[in-house]
């Protein structure tokens, strides 16, 4: 069964860039039936998609994140990224990485990171 | 973009109760609709997919229905394990989640 786990600093001052990797395990990322996504959730918030990547590097961004967002893949090494710029205290969140059948619903999740925005 | 919203926001029920929670699409989906449950500090899980199937693994006890703007999850005798915090998504584009609903113990 695949298994995600992200990876990255949790704590990013503030106009500075997030980055964040999700290594995948249990299955090859190069796959043209699936998008490989990031989620993030605010503590005591709803879930909020990000965007997601395909494998031929394919991207679809939230229009409300589009500006400062991108996903990348590198599947040399099973893995996918996220950089969020300019970050704020708003960015503050629990950052999940996903795993779902082409543009559809998210079937597999990382355990997800917190990432906190804090000077 | 397509809004998502789930009532009620809290559920408080009690252990053997039959449980339903409502989420409305702002547009039609169809029945590009996924229900998920979260505890905390954990991940999300994958409970329903395609508004009404329902993802291998999950106990027969839960159930959706619904297509264009209105569906439900129903859970049809509430389990000990099953308090905790649903969500609905739609992927009819993109992705957009519903704000949740946290099912209590009563």
């Known amino acids: 069964q695949v298994q995600l786990q992200e990876s990255g600093p949790g704590l990013v001052k503030p106009s500075q860039t997030l980055s964040l990797t999700c290594a995948v395990s249990?299955?090859?990322?190069?796959?043209?039936?699936?998008?490989w996504s990031w989620i993030r959730q605010p503590a005591g918030q709803a879930l909020e998609w990000i965007g997601r990547?395909?494998?031929?590097?394919?991207?679809h961004y939230n229009p409300s994140l589009k500006s400062r967002v991108t996903i990348s893949i590198d599947t040399s090494k099973n893995q996918f990224s996220l950089k969020v710029s300019s970050v704020t205290a708003a960015d503050t969140a629990v950052y999940y990485c996903a795993r779902g059948p082409s543009g559809t619903y998210h079937q597999y999740w990382g355990q997800g990171t917190l990432v906190t925005v804090s000077s | 973009d397509i809004q998502m919203t789930q009532s009620p926001s809290t559920l408080s029920a009690s252990v053997g109760d039959r449980v339903t929670i409502t989420c409305r699409a702002s547009q039609s989906i169809s029945s590009y609709l996924a229900w998920y449950q979260q505890k905390p500090g954990k991940a999300p899980r994958l409970l329903i997919y395609k508004a009404s199937s329902l993802e291998s693994g999950v106990p027969s006890r839960f159930s959706g229905s619904g297509s264009g703007t209105e569906f439900t999850l129903t859970i049809s005798s509430l389990q000990p394990d099953d308090f905790a915090t649903y969500y609905c998504?739609?992927?009819?584009?993109?992705?957009?989640f519903g704000q949740g609903t946290k099912v209590e113990i009563q």
């Open positions: 998504q739609q992927y009819n584009s993109y992705s957009t």
């Open positions: 990547i395909s494998f031929s590097g394919s991207t």
């Open positions: 249990g299955g090859s990322i190069s796959s043209d039936n699936y998008y």
